[in-house]
């Protein structure tokens, strides 16, 4: 053998040996997920919504709720993400004409279809721009602590980093559902457009500002409720020694109606500061609201109750404002609307959480009112008291318990009606259902991620 | 001469692209993977120890990393507490 075939050889040995080796490292695999279990007891929960009555029953009942997130990474700069549910209470969930609905297995033998599509975009960094870009189902989040909009949507987002400005511009396409025999595909649509900004103006302060257009198209006003909306709003993250407080503001305009204007804001702020062995937490949110419901409108608009995208975790709440740490029955006294509907909301929350070695706890109080009360009706919804403790079992498994109970203001518990004080829609209809009973509720929880 | 040359050349690029496989276990080692689900091979971190590691990566600073790779980690990190979010919202 010559020389030079000996060289041919020895790279092409070396070429089969990296060529070999290097595909094992070609494309990252990465699956994380969580699965809850959590067994309710109470008299406020019905399997499906808020059940407030007057000797109101108390039952218990179980659920699941597992999600698996599948990342396919070809490099840092590209990759798929999906992420799938499946929820199941224990015993089954048949609809009002006994057919199981598409999204339980809990029947006996299980066996139903369960698997439901959360997440499924594209995520890759632009090697010519260097904006990040999502494409496809992904999940997204307003900059005011998802109290106007937190939902998976179909979009494109892009994100290009200006240090230390940051700059988001998003199209997502919500509705588009019309049947072909009423309208073509992109007639009958709503959008929703984001551009949003966040500066760091040190490593400790971050102001944000942001736009959000929704231009509703679709012939209806009843989700969401109505034709255009323009967001305008200041947000920002503060830390000063142990304390982080985010304050946030927004101002809608635009048009409800035809014949109706809009003109409403929130505001609202949160704070954690440490002390002793944990965080006091502390949160205060409003909604402006509208007195009388008709002509031009004061209500702060969410963008959908159902299904419900509207949240305030913040608020470490169970049965007054819905809960961050729900499954299944995520819902509460105001059925997931935190405008009463369009009354608006004024609401205040407290708590300390800690930990002990493997220990963790919570206590939370919380009051809300109506911002603006309609004739006779009273403003006050109620005060609730709640407490949690849990314990790590595993680093990635914990249980726990928690118990709430919530006064229910006159507002949501006296009959509703032409001089009486109850909330029309959330209050007893009949003197024969007032007073509504206190909700109360019990759960244990257990929960793994990874 | 050229022989052994060729020989060992071939041996070393072998060598650097082997150990990955090599060093999971020798013959009088216990496979710890089948025992006890430890050290395989495919083993991936969960969410909460990618978010520590990140964590504790991004905590040895500039005499480690320089302000580029720290950017990144944190941008690594930021990624890693919204998908926690995200998996554990309502």
């Not at chain 1, 946030?248 to 002793?276: C, I, M, P």
């Not at chain 1, 995208?309 to 729900?326: D, E, H, K």
């Amino acid at each position: 053998m010559s020389f030079k075939k000996k060289i041919m050889a020895v790279v092409a040995v070396g070429a089969l040996t990296v060529g070999t080796a290097v595909p094992a490292m070609a494309l990252e695999n990465e699956f994380h997920g969580m699965f809850k279990f959590m067994g309710i007891g109470g008299n406020f929960f019905n399997g499906s919504g808020a059940n407030l009555a007057k000797d109101a029953h108390s039952g218990t009942f179980a659920e699941q709720r597992a999600r698996i997130n599948y990342i396919a990474k070809a490099n840092d700069n590209l990759k798929l993400v999906t992420h799938f549910e499946l929820d199941s209470r224990f015993g089954g969930k048949v609809n009002q004409t006994g057919q199981y609905y598409a999204n339980d297995s809990g029947n006996l033998d299980a066996d139903q279809i369960t698997l439901e599509t959360k997440n499924v975009y594209l995520d890759f960094n632009c090697p010519i721009t260097g904006t990040n870009v999502k494409a496809g189902i992904q999940p997204w989040s307003d900059s005011y602590k998802s109290v106007f909009l937190l939902a998976d949507m179909t979009g494109v987002n892009l994100t290009k980093k200006f240090d230390p400005l940051t700059v988001s511009l998003g199209w997502f396409r919500f509705d588009d559902n019309t049947p072909g025999s009423t309208a073509d595909v992109g007639q009958l649509t709503a959008d929703l457009i984001v551009l949003d900004g966040k500066f760091a103006v040190t490593k400790d302060i971050t102001v944000g500002a942001s736009y959000y257009n929704i231009q509703n198209d679709t012939g209806s006003t009843s989700n969401p409720g109505f034709e255009l909306l323009h967001m305008v709003g200041l947000n920002a993250s503060i830390k000063a020694g142990p304390a982080t407080i985010d304050p946030f503001f927004a101002y809608q305009f635009g048009e409800v109606s035809a014949t109706s204007d809009l003109s409403a804001f929130l505001a609202g702020a949160t704070a954690k500061v440490k002390v002793g062995p944990g965080s006091i937490n502390a949160a205060a949110l409003y909604l402006s609201g509208d007195d009388n419901g008709t002509g031009d409108a004061d209500d702060f608009k969410i963008v959908s109750v159902s299904p419900p995208t509207s949240y305030f975790n913040a608020a470490n709440m169970w049965l007054l404002v819905r809960s961050g740490q729900a499954i299944n029955s995520s819902t509460s006294v105001l059925g997931n609307d935190l405008t009463v509907r369009g009354r608006g909301l004024a609401g205040f929350f407290a708590g300390y959480e800690g930990t002990m070695d493997k220990v963790f706890y919570n206590a939370n109080v919380g009051y809300a009112m109506t911002a603006e009360e309609r004739g006779s009706e009273d403003s006050s919804l109620g005060t609730e008291i709640n407490a949690q403790v849990g314990y790590k079992l595993f680093d990635n498994l914990s249980i726990s318990a928690a118990a709430a109970y919530v006064f229910l203001g006159d507002g949501l518990k006296k009959q509703s009606g032409t001089g009486l004080k109850g909330i029309s829609g959330f209050a007893p209809a009949t003197a024969a259902a007032a007073d509504f009973d206190d909700p109360y509720m019990l759960n244990v929880q257990l929960a793994y991620v990874f | 001469m050229k022989k052994i040359a060729v020989l060992l050349c071939a041996a070393f690029m072998m060598s650097v692209t082997v150990p990955v496989f090599a060093a999971e276990m020798t013959k009088e080692e216990k496979d710890q993977c089948l025992l006890a689900s430890k050290n395989c091979a495919t083993e991936v971190d969960s969410i909460q120890k990618k978010i520590k590691k990140l964590n504790a990566e991004i905590k040895k600073g500039k005499k480690v990393y320089s302000a580029e790779e720290i950017k990144k980690l944190q941008e690594k990190l930021d990624e890693a507490d919204k998908m926690l979010d995200n998996l554990l919202r309502p």
